[in-house]
């Protein structure tokens, strides 16, 4: 399963995974085997970051 490289869509469809299909990142990134980090980095060259408690990126 690929996921989306432009980093705005790439926000979008994490999000939407979170809110839909899995409870939290780590969960995510282990289903569709991708690098928790380089997710994280590449959101926050967007200034996004993760927060666990809201389980999305803000």
Not at 38 to 50: G, M, T, V
Request: hydrophobic letters at 35%.
């Amino acid at each position: 399963m690929s996921i989306p490289k432009d980093p705005m869509i790439l926000l979008s469809y994490v999000n939407t995974q979170l809110r839909d299909n899995y409870s939290s990142l780590e969960e995510m990134c282990k289903v569709f085997s991708i690098n928790k980090d380089e997710l994280c980095e590449k959101l926050a060259s967007i200034n996004y970051e993760y927060d666990k408690d809201l389980n999305k990126f803000v």
